[in-house]
T-cell receptor, first 115, second 116 residues
């Protein structure tokens, strides 16, 4: 079955530590996205990538970094500069524009907590 | 910038009743899409229904239907014959294309509880 795999499901970060969240898709989608969800709130866009080796900042990119070396993979690094990293992180992907727009497909998420 | 507002933080109805969730949005775009997503306790994001702004006819998916009022920038979701499995957070979302990627803007969500 095609889909998006996020790992790990739960992640703990110590103060001053960088951590990397994995996102892999086998849907052959061109675009990939990272969202952050805080309790009782909607999703906010962190970064997105339209093609390999290209990515753009979203609405809340400070303290995060990404890479897109392969079409299938879009890892997110939460750096020590992100002072409030505790949240639920969702990865998504989508196909390029075509006659019938298809909505984004989401992974199952990673919950990040501070130790 | 686009904004999406869901004015009902929580709602609760009895099983088999009909419930309507409200959503308004603000945009200067003419071509866009609107979605309702469901997020159950498992935290998965599940697409419930979609509406293309250029279509006047309201979208329907089984027990789910929308009332899309483009001029008023309103996009409400009606759930008929509600079931216990409908209990979840519901998010309204606005989408426009940015070259080859989608810009999705979410509302803050409505927590819906269906009581037996």
């Amino acid at each position: 079955d095609g889909g998006i795999t996020q790992s790990p499901k739960y992640l703990f970060r110590k103060e001053g530590q960088n951590v990397t969240l994995s996102c892999e898709q086998n849907l052959n989608h061109d675009a990939m996205y990272w969202y952050r969800q805080d309790p009782g709130q909607g999703l906010r866009l962190i970064y997105y990538s339209q093609i390999v080796n290209d990515f753009q900042k979203g609405d809340i990119a400070e303290g995060y970094s990404v890479s897109r070396e392969k079409k299938e993979s879009f890892p997110l690094t939460v750096t020590s500069a992100q002072k409030n990293p505790t949240a639920f992180y969702l990865c998504a992907s989508s196909r390029d524009r075509e006659l019938e727009t298809q909505p984004q497909h989401f992974g199952d998420g990673t919950r990040l907590s501070i130790l | 910038a686009q904004t999406v507002t869901q004015s009902q933080p929580e709602m609760s109805v009895q099983e088999a009743e009909t419930v309507t969730l409200s959503c308004t949005y603000d945009t200067s775009e003419n071509n866009y899409y609107l979605f309702w997503y469901k997020q159950p306790p498992s935290r998965q994001m599940i697409l419930v229904i979609r509406q293309e702004a250029y279509k006047q006819q309201n979208a329907t998916e089984n027990r789910f239907s929308v009332n899309f009022q483009k001029a008023a920038k309103s996009f409400s979701l009606k759930i008929s014959d509600s079931q216990l499995g409908d209990t979840a957070m519901y998010f309204c979302a606005f989408m426009k294309w940015m070259a080859r990627a989608q810009k999705l803007v979410f509302g803050q969500g409505t927590r819906l509880t269906i009581n037996p």
